[in-house]
Nanobody, 127 residues
Framework: DVQLVESGGGSVQAGGSLRLSCAAS????????MGWFRQATGKEREGVAS????????NYADSVKGRFTISHDNAKNTLYLQVNSLKPEDTAMYYC?????????????????????WGQGTQVTVS
């Protein structure tokens, strides 16, 4: 089974930056659409960004466009999320997820419902 392990979260002041990482145990055709999701206390989970690792197509939530950048290192099988200009409303648990490639071309990717593999999450707190 595919294992996803996130790291890089922390507590930062507004305007600060972090780089989140997600190491995947393997790379298969069932995991080449990868994404970052977040869930704040008392709120629904939301899709932040996704990337098709085989071709580089990316998707972003409107709330993070221009501030967050998703990328993937195929050699290291690691997903990244560079988060800049952080705001208090970015405070949440951030999760890495993986699914088959077609989800990155789906208008409903941000729901996360078709992502079959999930990490345990890394907390980001912005004050």
């Amino acid at each position: 089974d595919v294992q996803l392990v996130e790291s890089g979260g922390g507590s930062v002041q507004a305007g600060g930056s972090l780089r989140l990482s997600c190491a995947a145990s393997e790379y298969t055709y069932t995991t080449n659409c990868m994404g970052w999701f977040r869930q704040a206390t008392g709120k629904e989970r939301e899709g932040v960004a996704s990337i098709y690792t085989g071709g580089g197509r990316t998707n972003y939530a409107d709330s993070v466009k221009g501030r967050f950048t998703i990328s993937h290192d195929n050699a290291k099988n690691t997903l990244y999320l560079q988060v800049n200009s952080l705001k208090p409303e970015d405070t949440a648990m951030y999760y890495c997820a993986a699914s088959s490639w077609y989800n990155c071309y789906s208008g409903s990717w941000a729901t996360g419902t078709d992502f079959g593999y999930w990490g345990q999450g890394t907390q980001v707190t912005v004050s």
